[in-house]
């Protein structure tokens, strides 16, 4: 089954800190990568997406890349900033399909 | 902007009693899931809908049931709540047709506590 994998947490930064948050994945077909943020008290928000390999996506001064050759889509961002802190999820869509499959997620930190 | 509620931010509930948790969108949505949210595991299917009345069994179904009796809401039974099910559970939809629309847009969640 498909299934993805985060790096543990939390991730502790000092603003303007590069912040990379790996995330690998295993799927039987071409999934759909997805990035989504959940900040203190609230529900998930979609911060970024990539629908075949190679694309990049980006928002906010994130950006991840769907690295079909590694089954990764790493989420970088040049200069953290306070208001980044919250939990990152990874998730992937397969076939078409309506689900998603999470990663445990990632609690980011960052500190002045 | 797409909106989805939940009806109560935090719930305390008896083992044994029957718990209703309520979800509605308002963006005329044909699917909405349920999630529930625990630390070190991530987010978990619950259920599904693909349409009114229809429903899917998820990655976690024992012990819940739901309903979707008008396209705008889901819900979420607990029929005899116990104590491994206190947890965040987060309701979620999305549109139909192709893969590039079909992003989930979630509710703020509902922390259920069972004691």
């Known amino acids: 089954g498909n299934s993805v994998t985060q790096m543990e947490g939390p991730v502790t930064l000092s603003e303007e800190a590069f912040l990379t948050i790996n995330c690998t994945y295993t799927?039987?077909?071409?999934?759909?990568l997805f990035w989504y943020v959940q900040y203190p008290g609230e529900g998930l928000q979609l911060l970024l997406k990539?629908?075949?390999?190679?694309d990049k996506g980006s928002n906010k001064g994130f950006e991840a890349t769907y690295r079909k050759e590694t089954t990764s889509f790493h989420l970088e961002k040049g200069s953290v900033q306070v208001s980044d802190s919250a939990v990152y999820f990874c998730a992937l869509s397969e076939g078409g399909g309506n689900k998603l499959t999470f990663g445990t997620g990632t609690q980011l930190k960052v500190e002045l | 902007d797409v909106k989805v509620t939940q009806s109560s931010r935090y719930l305390v509930k008896r083992t044994g009693e029957k718990v209703f948790l309520e979800c509605v969108q308002d963006m005329d949505h044909e699917n909405m899931f349920w999630y529930r949210q625990d630390p070190g595991l991530g987010l978990r299917l619950i259920y599904f809908?693909?349409?009114?009345?229809?429903?899917e069994k998820g990655d976690i179904p024992e012990g819940y049931s739901v309903s979707r009796e008008k396209k705008e809401r889901f819900s979420l039974i607990l029929e005899s709540a116990s104590t491994n099910q206190t947890s965040m559970y987060l309701c979620?939809?999305?549109?139909?047709?192709?893969?590039?629309?079909?992003?989930?847009?979630f509710g703020a969640g509902t922390r259920l506590s069972v004691l």
């Open positions: 809908s693909y349409d009114v009345k229809m429903k």
């Open positions: 799927a039987t077909g071409y999934p759909s």
């Open positions: 979620a939809s999305s549109s139909g047709g192709t893969l590039a629309k079909n992003i989930q847009y």
């Open positions: 990539a629908t075949k390999a190679d």
